[in-house]
């Protein structure tokens, strides 16, 4: 099968370092972790929700992708990741309950939109390459969680119930379903789910 010549999910690394510093921005973080909501809100509305998951997505990405960054950049990610790792250590226990709530969200936002493929699979090839930025960030929200040592049997199991659902709906193809520029921070290995796509479904 070949890679199709626009890509299906794009990524903008300029993007990802703008959305980083305003997520990391330290009263930002501070009343993030403090509140409830999964899902917290910057000055600047054209950047995604502030969402943990968003933090380590990014930080993965710009970490992985870092000879690609401009020395500005690169200055712009260290100063946010000792902004977002003094914060982690000084708020812990909120930051473990936000990481813990976090997963469990995007479990049944994944498992939804699971659902969805299986019930309408005519719209599962193109909805799946965004939708599953969802499993990207689950990853690295588990990642952490067991750094942390706080991911419970349940939250594994839920996310293993999860990957065979996804096996069930989407089959292997030759190519990184996401922009090639960023291919290099997500290995076929660990993001298998990146390397899928749901059959096309014939007219």
């Given at each position: 099968m070949v890679a199709p010549t626009k890509p299906l999910f794009d990524v903008d690394l300029n993007r990802d370092v703008r959305a980083l510093?305003?997520?990391t921005e330290a009263e930002t973080l501070k009343r993030y972790l403090y509140g409830t909501e999964v899902y917290g809100h910057l000055q600047d509305s054209s950047l995604p929700k502030l969402t943990l998951g968003g933090v380590l997505m990014r930080l993965h990405r710009l970490t992985a992708l870092w000879e690609r960054l401009t020395?500005?950049?690169q200055r712009t990610i260290q100063t946010a990741v000792q902004s977002f790792e003094a914060l982690r250590t000084e708020w812990a226990v909120h930051y473990e309950a936000k990481l813990l709530h976090e997963l469990k969200s995007r479990q049944?936002?994944?498992?939804?939109f699971l659902v969805e493929?299986?019930?309408?699979?005519?719209?599962?090839r193109e909805n799946y390459p965004s939708a599953i930025e969802?499993?990207?960030?689950?990853e690295l929200l588990q990642d952490e969680a067991e750094r942390l040592g706080v991911l419970d049997k349940d939250l594994k199991s839920?996310?293993?119930s999860l990957d065979n659902r996804i096996h069930r709906v989407a089959e292997k193809v030759d190519y990184f379903i996401w922009d090639s520029r960023v291919e290099g921070a997500y290995p076929r290995d660990k993001f298998w789910?990146?390397?899928?796509?749901p059959p096309q479904k014939k007219s």
């Open positions: 510093e305003a997520m020395p500005a950049q049944t936002a994944l498992g939804q493929s299986e019930e309408t699979p005519r719209t599962a969802k499993r990207v960030m689950l839920s996310l293993t789910f990146l390397y899928l796509l």
